[in-house]
């Protein structure tokens, strides 16, 4: 079982809007400001597309976007494209014991 | 470029040992934190494992808690993990992985990854 709690699948139609939620507790994703998500297609390595919460890294498009709320980060992608269809990872530092910790995944599927 | 290449994967019996190595290349590896992190077959990721840049402190998941340990050579530009008490669970893709620049919770490059089965 992971230590935070994504759902399994979501999906959308191209152009709509989905967002993936990532709940954890007051030990990690509530209790700093660490939060980031990870985009991975099959047989590829993961991409890092969020981190600090909000903030893209340099040439991922501003169609993806990150919040939080307590306990729980959210993954807004805007504008479905197909390219986007693919597992979705949150993951948040946790404290100098724990360290860090990732999510379950999250399959995109675009309809 | 930056490139992260894993090497010493392998099929190992229960109970025992294996040492992964990844070769840095393309940036100043004494300046960024290393990570480990694993994907079981079919499964989603797992942190493992995390070195500072100089060493000094190091991290691991309590699943591998006392049986792996991470380290560096910055002289050879290496990571490495050392697995003991290897257990089937721990079969899965490893990956090296290298901080993002400024942060310690973050990857921005990551290897291509060494497969680990654990099997009698």
């Known amino acids: 079982q992971s230590a935070l709690t994504q759902p399994r699948s979501v999906s959308g139609s191209p152009g709509q809007s989905v967002t993936i939620s990532c709940t954890g507790t007051?030990?990690?994703?509530?209790?700093?400001?660490?939060v980031s998500w990870y985009q991975q297609h099959p047989g590829k390595v993961p991409k890092l597309m969020i981190y600090?919460?909000?903030k893209r890294p340099s040439g991922v498009p501003d169609r993806f976007s990150g919040s939080k709320s307590g306990n729980t980060a959210s993954l807004t992608i805007s504008g479905l494209q197909a390219e986007d269809e693919a597992d979705y990872y949150c993951c948040s530092y946790a404290g100098s014991y724990t360290f860090v910790v990732f999510g379950g995944g999250t399959k995109l599927t675009v309809l | 470029q930056v490139q992260l290449v894993e090497s010493g994967g392998g099929v190992v019996q229960p109970g025992g040992s294996l040492r992964l190595s990844c070769a840095a290349s393309?940036?100043?590896?004494?300046?960024?934190?290393m990570h480990w992190v694993r994907q079981a077959p079919g499964k989603g990721l797992e942190w493992v494992a995390y070195i500072r840049n100089d060493g000094s402190n190091t991290y691991y998941a309590d699943s591998v808690k006392g049986r792996f340990i991470i380290s560096r050579d910055s002289s050879k530009n290496t990571l490495y993990l050392q697995m003991n008490s290897l257990r089937p669970e721990d079969t899965a893709v490893y990956y090296c992985a290298k901080d993002l620049p400024g942060y310690s919770y973050y990857v921005d490059v990551w290897g291509k990854g060494t497969t680990v089965t654990v099997s009698s």
């Open positions: 393309g940036f100043i590896f004494s300046v960024y934190g």
């Open positions: 600090d919460v909000t």
């Open positions: 007051s030990s990690d994703v509530g209790g700093y400001h660490y």
